[in-house]
């Protein structure tokens, strides 16, 4: 399917992609975000939705999840268009503009920002052939919903941020939380281990170190428990279990985006203080930038994001300056000046 030809197409649509999609319309010009996740947010929704973050302008604190539902929100004012689960492979130059490919589609665009973060990222599958069947139905790599596994015996599979994030944060709704790791060297942040491990003492939650996947049980088809293996006695033992949560850290590969003739460098693009990558019409912001002094966080992102949007808006419509102005007088917002 080829799209209607778009002013600004942002690749990525985590909080650097969202801002960009609103800057754009605050600008007066079309956006469309395409990613290749099934939902908006990037890092934010895959992989810490229900965490606080404390860092962001004007919020004491805000979930994750929510900041994403925010900056929909703002973008929606001007409804952007977002294309999900649309991988970007390569890019084309027509005439007087370019062309995003993905599998499927082909996107027209007079400018793109890219915004691609650590690049399109999956979740590790586990290495145990028994496992693959139960994917989506017993076994699930990403939680969008911890509701979902209210009042359900939940085994986590992982030593990492996200594996104890989970078992901090589902032990209250889940019946029972069994944590399982390979080893007892554990990769998350040191309050989030003494939480689990407080939680384990108080006999709220199992921590099964040096254990690993040996096979799944089912009843009927339906998962009920996994056989798990310790490494080290190479005994099993059974665990009863409605779901299994894998969470065992992503693959990340920003692929195409380094065929593009772009200077990237570790898997980051090079831009200069405008957000220029080098390539005409073609810009970056957030998580896949590098430049002298760059911080990757969601607030650098931002000021990125309306710096390659404004640079991008005047490229492509020299009489419309770069300097924005103020939100605060502008007739789009029903304030008295533009
Ligand atoms: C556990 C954790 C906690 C964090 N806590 C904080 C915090 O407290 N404060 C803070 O400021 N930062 C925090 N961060 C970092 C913050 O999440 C990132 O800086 C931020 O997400 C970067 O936003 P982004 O939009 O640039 O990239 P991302 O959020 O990575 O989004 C990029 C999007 O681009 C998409 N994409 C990539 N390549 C393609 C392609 N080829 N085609 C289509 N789509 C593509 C991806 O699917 C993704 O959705 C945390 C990160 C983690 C992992």
Same mark, same amino acid.
């Given at each position: 399917?080829?799209?209607?030809?778009?002013?600004?197409?942002?690749?990525?649509?985590?909080?650097?992609?969202?801002?960009?999609?609103?800057?754009?319309?605050?600008?007066?010009?079309?956006?469309?975000?395409?990613?290749?996740?099934?939902?908006?947010?990037?890092?934010?929704?895959?992989?810490?939705?229900? %965490?606080?973050?404390?860092? +962001?302008?004007?919020?004491? #604190?805000?979930? =994750?999840?929510?900041?994403?539902? &925010?900056? !929909?929100?703002?973008?929606?004012?001007?409804?952007?268009?977002?294309?999900?689960?649309?991988?970007?492979?390569?890019?084309?130059?027509?005439?007087?503009?370019?062309?995003?490919?993905?599998?499927?589609?082909?996107?027209?665009?007079?400018?793109?920002?890219?915004?691609?973060?650590?690049?399109?990222?999956?979740?590790?599958?586990?290495?145990?052939?028994?496992?693959?069947?139960?994917?989506?139905?017993?076994?699930?790599?990403?939680?969008?919903?911890?509701?979902?596994?209210?009042?359900?015996?939940?085994?986590?599979?992982?030593?990492?941020?996200?594996?104890?994030?989970?078992?901090?944060?589902?032990?209250?709704?889940? %019946?029972?939380?069994?944590? +399982?790791?390979?080893?007892? #060297?554990?990769? =998350?942040?040191?309050?989030?281990? &003494?939480? !689990?491990?407080?939680?384990?003492?108080?006999?709220?939650?199992?921590?099964?170190?040096?254990?690993?996947?040996?096979?799944?049980?089912?009843?009927?088809?339906?998962?009920?428990?996994?056989?798990?293996?310790?490494?080290?006695?190479?005994?099993?033992?059974?665990?009863?279990?409605?779901?299994?949560?894998?969470?065992?850290?992503?693959?990340?590969?920003?692929?195409?985006?380094?065929?593009?003739?772009?200077?990237?460098?570790?898997?980051?693009?090079?831009?200069?203080?405008?957000?220029?990558?080098?390539?005409?019409?073609?810009?970056?912001?957030?998580?896949?930038?590098?430049?002298?002094?760059?911080?990757?966080?969601?607030?650098?992102?931002?000021?990125?994001?309306?710096?390659?949007?404004?640079? =991008?808006?005047?490229?492509?419509?020299?009489?419309?300056?770069?300097?924005?102005?103020?939100?605060?007088?502008?007739?789009?917002?029903?304030?008295?000046?533009?």
């Amino acid at each position: 399917m080829t799209h209607e030809i778009t002013d600004i197409t942002i690749i990525g649509g985590g909080p650097t992609g969202l801002f960009a999609a609103f800057y754009t319309g605050m600008r007066g010009a079309t956006a469309q975000i395409v990613d290749a996740l099934p939902q908006l947010g990037g890092q934010l929704t895959a992989l810490y939705p229900e %965490k606080y973050i404390f860092d +962001v302008g004007g919020f004491a #604190k805000v979930l =994750a999840k929510d900041l994403v539902n &925010a900056l !929909v929100e703002q973008a929606a004012q001007f409804h952007f268009k977002s294309h999900l689960n649309q991988n970007v492979t390569a890019l084309e130059r027509n005439d007087d503009h370019l062309v995003l490919v993905t599998e499927t589609d082909r996107f027209p665009t007079r400018a793109i920002v890219i915004a691609a973060g650590i690049g399109a990222f999956s979740p590790r599958r586990l290495p145990q052939q028994c496992a693959e069947p139960w994917y989506g139905r017993g076994i699930f790599d990403r939680v969008s919903d911890p509701e979902e596994f209210r009042g359900q015996k939940i085994v986590i599979i992982g030593g990492g941020d996200t594996a104890f994030d989970w078992a901090q944060q589902l032990r209250d709704r889940a %019946k029972a939380v069994t944590l +399982v790791h390979r080893s007892d #060297k554990y990769r =998350a942040h040191g309050a989030t281990i &003494a939480d !689990v491990q407080a939680a384990v003492a108080a006999g709220r939650t199992t921590l099964l170190p040096f254990h690993e996947l040996h096979d799944v049980i089912s009843v009927d088809d339906k998962l009920t428990g996994v056989t798990l293996r310790d490494v080290k006695s190479k005994t099993t033992r059974d665990v009863e279990a409605d779901a299994v949560l894998p969470m065992l850290g992503f693959h990340s590969d920003i692929g195409a985006l380094s065929e593009w003739g772009l200077q990237c460098v570790d898997d980051e693009i090079v831009v200069n203080s405008l957000m220029e990558t080098g390539r005409p019409g073609i810009y970056a912001a957030g998580d896949i930038t590098a430049y002298p002094g760059k911080l990757k966080l969601i607030a650098t992102g931002f000021g990125e994001a309306a710096t390659a949007v404004n640079q =991008a808006v005047h490229w492509m419509y020299p009489a419309k300056k770069i300097d924005p102005g103020h939100s605060s007088n502008m007739a789009i917002f029903g304030q008295k000046d533009d």
